[in-house]
């Protein structure tokens, strides 16, 4: 079946420092893809998406690319914030196999120090 | 506009006994979709309804979980009996169309002893 394996941390990291959150995935379709993110007492926000291979999916400064021949989806921040401390989840959806359901990896806290 | 809420926020609970967990989508979203995520471990899907009727129950676990939504409206989650491994996060998203955006609810956290 579909599956997600992401980086799982935990991570600390100083203010400004460069973020990478490596996410391979295996899909029998051609899924969509997504990163959430999870802030402290917060329900999961989707934080960005790509629906194609080599869509770039982008907000808040993270970005990621969609790669089919790497089956990737790695998140990366130029220089993150204090405010980026969160859980960040990898997911996908295999559209085209009819089912809406999200497959998500088992997320990886990041702690960013002042 | 209110976003998906859960309630309870937290449960303990003693193995045997039944708990109900509650989801209220966002109004107007006719799809609604439970997952779970048992310590260190993926979130994983349960189940998803369109409006009231079950589309895909393919992630519920066991007999012992049953869920429910009357009227299209909010859904509940019942354990019965609650065991140990049914500890964990429940979390409930909505979607206003069919494969659109899943917006999520802070979560239930469920502690069996």
């Known amino acids: 079946g579909d599956s997600v394996t992401q980086m799982e941390g935990p991570v600390t990291l100083s203010e400004e420092a460069f973020l990478t959150i490596n996410c391979t995935y295996t899909?029998?379709?051609?899924?969509?893809l997504f990163w959430y993110v999870q802030y402290p007492g917060e329900g999961l926000q989707l934080l960005l998406k790509?629906?194609?291979?080599?869509d770039k999916g982008s907000n808040k400064g993270f970005e990621a690319t969609y790669r089919k021949e790497t089956t990737s989806f790695h998140l990366e921040k130029g220089s993150v914030q204090v405010s980026d401390s969160a859980v960040y989840f990898c997911?996908?959806?295999?559209?085209?196999?009819?089912?809406?359901?999200?497959?998500f990896g088992k997320g990886m806290k990041l702690t960013v120090n002042p | 506009e209110a976003g998906v809420t859960q309630f309870p926020s937290h449960s303990v609970i003693e193995k045997g006994q039944t708990v109900t967990l509650r989801c209220d989508p966002i109004?107007?979203?006719?799809?609604l979709y439970w997952y779970r995520r048992v310590m260190g471990k993926e979130i994983k899907f349960l189940l998803h309804?369109?409006?009231?009727?079950?589309?895909?129950e393919s992630g519920m676990p066991n007999n012992r979980f049953l869920a429910e939504r009357t009227g299209g409206t909010y859904s509940t989650l019942k354990v019965q009996p609650a065991e140990l491994e049914d500890s964990g996060v429940y979390f409930c998203?909505?979607?206003?169309?069919?494969?659109?955006?899943?917006?999520f609810g802070p979560g239930t956290r469920l502690t069996v002893t």
């Open positions: 998203a909505s979607s206003q169309v069919r494969q659109g955006e899943q917006y």
């Open positions: 899909a029998t379709g051609y899924p969509s």
């Open positions: 790509a629906t194609k291979a080599d």
């Open positions: 997911a996908l959806s295999d559209r085209q196999g009819g089912s809406e359901k999200l497959v």
């Open positions: 109004s107007g979203h006719d799809n």
């Open positions: 309804f369109v409006k009231e009727s079950k589309q895909d």
